[in-house]
């Protein structure tokens, strides 16, 4: 299945049913009179949050939306009927904009949850509505109101509770599938990763949902590779896991490229709590590690933990980590809600973190 986070689709709400113009003429009855019904309602424009989709695929080769006309009046004073209601299913996570971008119109977060976009338009009035003591005949009818019509934006953003940040090619990638059951792909070049890719990870019966997104470069919030177009998809983050490439030369400024990166593109990204993991470590001498360790702690401001995502070295603490600051968030917070996504298709994960480790300086293999 394609992923498509992006969408743009026009609606109409129904418009109303005409008023009918109409006597009662019927053999034998003295009194006649004016017995026009109202027609009826438009059908709404309904937005329903579905727990079962994680695309706007949907919405891909199908563009426009619109509910059923109501029913016109009769005579009789039968009142026209409702239109059909037009219901697009939507995955958790999405944001409907309009066509500028810069309105938020709904913001769908629960599964269940039923939003009323547009409202269909009031039916017009019957001649009968008009029957008075002075006008016993009317003979005017009013045609319905039409509805609302417009071009809006989709939006999925997902709901995850930590995101996986880092340049490109820093095993973000290699960590999804370390700990969860996700199948991302994995190469030995830039930007293998192309679109968000989501794992469900599990500490001591608890689970929370990863979200894994291409990386970043400098400039990127000016376009530059594949841009910040998908940091949109972190922003409803408890948590973000900044990895860093441990073989990488100047381990600082890879961590202030990503940081500036972040604090460009806004969503307050660059307030969340952050954890920081120095990868690749397997790749490296312990003098190594421990001269990269001190220059990120420096220009972090904060620890920062060992990590081997390959060899599951390490991956058992920065896990505890992130638990850690889910779990705060989550008593602060107990209302928001993380959606729950198949990640998998019932196979075992490609590798598993060790039961308990602590680094002790030495990377090598054990037999």
């Avoid at 080769?61 to 026209?80: I, L, W």
């Amino acid at each position: 299945m394609k992923f498509l986070d992006q969408a743009k689709i026009f609606v109409k709400s129904g418009d109303g049913g005409a008023g009918s113009c109409s006597f009662r003429r019927e053999k034998f009855i003295e009194f006649g009179g004016p017995d026009g019904g109202d027609g009826g309602r438009g059908g709404c424009v309904v937005l329903e949050c579905a727990d079962n989709l994680n695309t706007l695929i949907d919405y891909r080769y199908q563009q426009h939306f619109k509910a059923e006309r109501g029913h016109h009046g009769q005579g009789r004073n039968k009142t026209g009927g409702k239109g059909a209601d037009v219901v697009l299913r939507l995955p958790v996570g999405t944001q409907v904009l309009d066509e500028t971008q810069e309105t938020v119109l709904a913001d769908l977060t629960r599964p269940g949850e039923r939003v009323v976009l547009f409202t269909g338009g009031d039916g017009g009035f019957g001649n009968a509505h008009y029957k008075t003591s002075t006008n016993q005949a009317p003979r005017r009818s009013d045609e319905g109101w039409p509805g609302q019509e417009a071009w809006v934006w989709l939006r999925l953003k997902l709901i995850a509770d930590a995101g996986l940040v880092g340049l490109p090619n820093a095993g973000k990638s290699t960590f999804l599938a370390a700990v969860t059951r996700a199948r991302p792909k994995i190469a030995d070049y830039p930007f293998t990763t192309l679109h968000p890719n989501l794992g469900v990870a599990s500490l001591d019966g608890e689970e929370v949902i990863l979200a894994d997104i291409p990386g970043l470069i400098e400039g990127a919030h000016e376009g530059a590779g594949i841009g910040d177009r998908f940091l949109g998809h972190i922003e409803r983050c408890r948590v973000l896991l900044h990895l860093i490439d441990g073989t990488e030369e100047d381990v600082a400024e890879a961590y202030r490229v990503v940081r500036h990166e972040l604090a460009a593109y806004g969503g307050g990204l660059a307030d969340k709590p952050e954890v920081v993991a120095l990868n690749k470590c397997d790749a490296l001498a312990p003098e190594e590690i421990k001269a990269r360790l001190e220059a990120l702690e420096q220009v972090s401001g904060g620890p920062v933990l060992p990590l081997s995502a390959v060899s599951g070295i390490g991956v058992k603490p920065v896990l505890g980590r992130l638990f850690e600051h889910i779990r705060a968030a989550r008593a602060e917070d107990p209302d928001v809600l993380a959606a729950a996504i198949t990640t998998g298709h019932g196979k075992r994960p490609r590798m598993a973190p060790l039961e308990d480790e602590d680094w002790d300086g030495d990377w090598e293999d054990e037999e």
